[in-house]
Protein backbone atom coordinates (compact mmCIF):
# COMPACT_ATOMS: atom_id res chain seq x y z
CA UNK A 1 0.00 0.00 0.00
CA UNK A 2 1.57 3.55 -1.19
CA UNK A 3 1.75 6.51 1.67
CA UNK A 4 -1.35 8.50 0.50
CA UNK A 5 -3.58 5.51 0.25
CA UNK A 6 -3.00 4.39 3.73
CA UNK A 7 -3.61 7.71 5.12
CA UNK A 8 -6.79 8.28 2.97
CA UNK A 9 -8.22 4.53 3.71
CA UNK A 10 -7.15 4.47 7.32
CA UNK A 11 -9.90 4.87 10.49
CA UNK A 12 -10.04 4.12 14.16
CA UNK A 13 -11.12 0.23 14.53
CA UNK A 14 -12.12 -0.33 17.72
CA UNK A 15 -12.99 -4.00 17.26
CA UNK A 16 -10.13 -6.57 16.66
CA UNK A 17 -9.68 -10.33 16.98
CA UNK A 18 -8.34 -11.72 20.33
CA UNK A 19 -5.13 -13.46 17.82
CA UNK A 20 -1.74 -12.41 18.80
CA UNK A 21 0.52 -10.84 16.69
CA UNK A 22 3.94 -11.51 16.03
CA UNK A 23 6.70 -9.48 17.57
CA UNK A 24 8.36 -8.67 14.15
CA UNK A 25 5.03 -6.57 13.12
CA UNK A 26 5.56 -4.45 16.76
CA UNK A 27 8.94 -3.84 15.96
CA UNK A 28 7.96 -3.13 12.51
CA UNK A 29 5.11 -0.27 14.17
CA UNK A 30 7.76 0.97 16.62
CA UNK A 31 10.25 1.59 14.02
CA UNK A 32 7.53 3.48 11.79
CA UNK A 33 7.07 5.54 15.46
CA UNK A 34 10.71 6.77 16.23
CA UNK A 35 11.02 8.37 12.60
CA UNK A 36 8.87 11.07 13.96
CA UNK A 37 10.07 14.44 13.48
CA UNK A 38 11.28 15.86 16.80
CA UNK A 39 13.15 18.86 17.74
CA UNK A 40 17.04 18.81 18.21
CA UNK A 41 16.78 14.85 18.18
CA UNK A 42 15.65 14.46 21.70
CA UNK A 43 13.46 11.41 20.77
CA UNK A 44 10.90 12.05 23.43
CA UNK A 45 8.68 9.32 22.89
CA UNK A 46 8.89 6.19 25.19
CA UNK A 47 6.69 3.24 24.67
CA UNK A 48 5.46 0.28 26.44
CA UNK A 49 4.45 -2.68 24.55
CA UNK A 50 2.09 -4.69 26.60
CA UNK A 51 0.87 -7.99 25.51
CA UNK A 52 -0.13 -11.22 27.41
CA UNK A 53 -1.09 -11.25 30.93
CA UNK A 54 0.42 -7.93 31.31
CA UNK A 55 -3.04 -6.26 29.85
CA UNK A 56 -4.65 -8.16 32.64
CA UNK A 57 -2.23 -6.79 35.24
CA UNK A 58 -2.81 -3.16 33.70
CA UNK A 59 -6.62 -3.39 33.86
CA UNK A 60 -6.18 -4.69 37.58
CA UNK A 61 -4.16 -1.20 38.12
CA UNK A 62 -7.28 0.41 36.36
CA UNK A 63 -10.29 -1.02 38.78
CA UNK A 64 -8.40 -0.79 41.66
CA UNK A 65 -7.05 3.00 41.17
CA UNK A 66 -11.37 3.46 40.20
CA UNK A 67 -12.16 1.86 43.38
CA UNK A 68 -10.08 4.16 44.96
CA UNK A 69 -11.93 7.05 43.42
CA UNK A 70 -15.34 5.87 43.57
CA UNK A 71 -15.66 3.78 47.03
CA UNK A 72 -19.47 3.26 46.12
CA UNK A 73 -18.20 1.98 42.48
CA UNK A 74 -20.46 -1.60 41.98
CA UNK A 75 -18.11 -4.42 41.02
CA UNK A 76 -20.00 -4.23 37.55
CA UNK A 77 -18.23 -1.02 36.93
CA UNK A 78 -14.82 -2.24 38.07
CA UNK A 79 -15.14 -5.20 35.92
CA UNK A 80 -15.67 -2.99 32.45
CA UNK A 81 -13.03 -1.11 33.48
CA UNK A 82 -10.68 -4.07 34.25
CA UNK A 83 -11.10 -5.62 30.40
CA UNK A 84 -10.13 -2.71 28.73
CA UNK A 85 -6.83 -3.73 28.17
CA UNK A 86 -8.10 -6.85 26.98
CA UNK A 87 -9.86 -5.24 23.58
CA UNK A 88 -6.69 -6.13 21.52
CA UNK A 89 -4.08 -8.76 21.43
CA UNK A 90 -1.41 -5.45 21.78
CA UNK A 91 -1.72 -1.90 23.67
CA UNK A 92 1.01 0.05 23.23
CA UNK A 93 1.34 3.03 26.34
CA UNK A 94 2.55 6.16 24.66
CA UNK A 95 4.80 8.72 26.93
CA UNK A 96 6.04 11.89 26.67
CA UNK A 97 9.78 11.98 28.23
CA UNK A 98 10.17 15.53 29.79
CA UNK A 99 13.92 17.17 28.12
CA UNK A 100 16.60 18.43 29.89
CA UNK A 101 17.64 20.81 27.20
CA UNK A 102 16.03 24.13 27.77
CA UNK A 103 16.11 24.93 23.89
CA UNK A 104 12.91 22.39 23.76
CA UNK A 105 9.41 23.31 24.73
CA UNK A 106 7.25 20.70 25.92
CA UNK A 107 4.18 20.89 23.19
CA UNK A 108 7.06 20.22 20.58
CA UNK A 109 7.55 17.29 22.60
CA UNK A 110 3.78 16.23 22.98
CA UNK A 111 3.84 17.18 19.02
CA UNK A 112 6.60 14.34 18.38
CA UNK A 113 5.04 12.38 20.17
CA UNK A 114 1.54 12.21 18.73
CA UNK A 115 3.52 12.22 15.50
CA UNK A 116 4.78 8.88 16.22
CA UNK A 117 1.54 7.63 16.69
CA UNK A 118 -0.05 8.68 14.08
CA UNK A 119 2.61 6.59 12.21
CA UNK A 120 2.03 3.69 14.18
CA UNK A 121 -1.91 3.92 13.31
CA UNK A 122 -0.92 4.33 9.60
CA UNK A 123 1.74 1.58 9.49
CA UNK A 124 -0.52 -0.95 10.94
CA UNK A 125 -3.65 -0.34 8.42
CA UNK A 126 -0.74 -0.57 5.58
CA UNK A 127 0.08 -4.23 7.21
CA UNK A 128 -3.80 -5.07 7.26
CA UNK A 129 -4.45 -4.76 10.91
CA UNK A 130 -6.63 -2.55 13.04
CA UNK A 131 -5.51 -0.19 15.60
CA UNK A 132 -7.29 2.88 17.54
CA UNK A 133 -5.76 5.49 19.94
CA UNK A 134 -7.32 6.08 23.33
CA UNK A 135 -7.22 8.15 26.10
CA UNK A 136 -9.22 8.87 28.88
CA UNK A 137 -8.75 8.45 32.60
CA UNK A 138 -6.47 6.11 32.84
CA UNK A 139 -3.96 7.93 30.73
CA UNK A 140 -3.88 10.90 33.52
CA UNK A 141 -4.18 8.21 36.74
CA UNK A 142 -1.13 7.79 38.96
CA UNK A 143 -1.36 5.16 39.65
CA UNK A 144 -1.75 3.60 36.07
CA UNK A 145 1.52 6.11 35.48
CA UNK A 146 3.42 4.13 37.80
CA UNK A 147 2.68 0.65 36.75
CA UNK A 148 3.86 1.44 33.45
CA UNK A 149 7.11 2.83 34.88
CA UNK A 150 6.31 6.57 33.54
CA UNK A 151 7.72 9.20 36.46
CA UNK A 152 4.46 10.78 37.85
CA UNK A 153 5.02 14.30 35.66
CA UNK A 154 5.38 12.38 32.61
CA UNK A 155 2.60 12.88 29.95
CA UNK A 156 0.55 9.74 29.50
CA UNK A 157 -0.89 10.75 25.95
CA UNK A 158 -2.90 7.11 25.89
CA UNK A 159 -2.85 3.86 24.83
CA UNK A 160 -2.83 1.92 20.99
CA UNK A 161 -5.02 -0.82 20.83
CA UNK A 162 -3.56 -3.32 17.87
CA UNK A 163 -4.79 -6.21 16.40
CA UNK A 164 -6.02 -8.25 13.29
CA UNK A 165 -9.46 -6.75 12.21
CA UNK A 166 -12.67 -8.39 13.19
CA UNK A 167 -14.57 -8.36 9.55
CA UNK A 168 -17.23 -7.33 10.93
CA UNK A 169 -16.56 -3.25 11.89
CA UNK A 170 -18.48 -0.97 9.56
CA UNK A 171 -15.98 1.24 7.32
CA UNK A 172 -16.41 5.15 9.10
CA UNK A 173 -17.04 7.89 6.65
CA UNK A 174 -14.32 10.14 5.61
CA UNK A 175 -14.12 13.72 6.84
CA UNK A 176 -13.24 16.57 4.79
CA UNK A 177 -11.16 19.13 5.39
CA UNK A 178 -13.42 21.73 4.09
CA UNK A 179 -14.95 23.35 7.00
CA UNK A 180 -11.85 23.54 8.87
CA UNK A 181 -9.48 25.33 6.22
CA UNK A 182 -9.15 29.21 5.23
CA UNK A 183 -7.12 30.03 2.35
CA UNK A 184 -5.76 33.08 2.15
CA UNK A 185 -3.60 34.41 -0.93
Known amino acids: MEALEAILTRYSIARVKPDPLPRKIIEKLLQVAVQAPN?????PWRFVVLTGMSRAALGDVMAQSLKQQHPDLPEVGMEKERIKPLRAPVLIAV?????????????????????????????????????????????R?????????????R????????????????IAERPSFEDRTVWME
Open 39 to 43: HYRVR
Open 95 to 139: GVDKSEDPRVLEIENICSVAAAVENILIAAHAEGLGAMWRTGPAA
Open 155 to 170: LLLGFVYIGYPDPEVP
Open 141 to 153: DPQVKHFLGFAPD
